[in-house]
């Protein structure tokens, strides 16, 4: 069985997405990251570029920030904070 967090990706103006991940990989301001379930707490910037999630199931969704953001990771959950998201 899959390992799984709990993931947030939110903007100002709606919640993008809240459910459980066994992965993700976001843009850091020195390259992309990659999250795993029990990953140590972190907290950093975002920059433009592609988030990639894959849920459990082998299913992946894919979504291009154009702005900036935080990922903050803490007790196995995740949240991406966004100006924007398509």
Do not use: Q
Not at 14 to 43: D, F, K, Q, W
């Amino acid at each position: 069985m899959e390992k799984i967090f709990k993931l947030d990706i939110v903007t100002p103006k709606r919640t993008v997405y809240r459910g459980e991940a066994v992965s993700l990989i976001a843009p850091g301001e020195l390259g992309y990251l990659g999250i795993l379930a029990n990953h140590a707490p972190l907290i950093t910037n975002l920059v433009p570029g592609k988030i990639i999630l894959k849920e459990t199931g082998d299913r992946y969704l894919k979504f291009y920030s154009p702005g900036k953001g935080f990922l903050y990771v803490i007790n196995n959950s995740a949240s991406l904070i966004l100006d924007s998201i398509s």
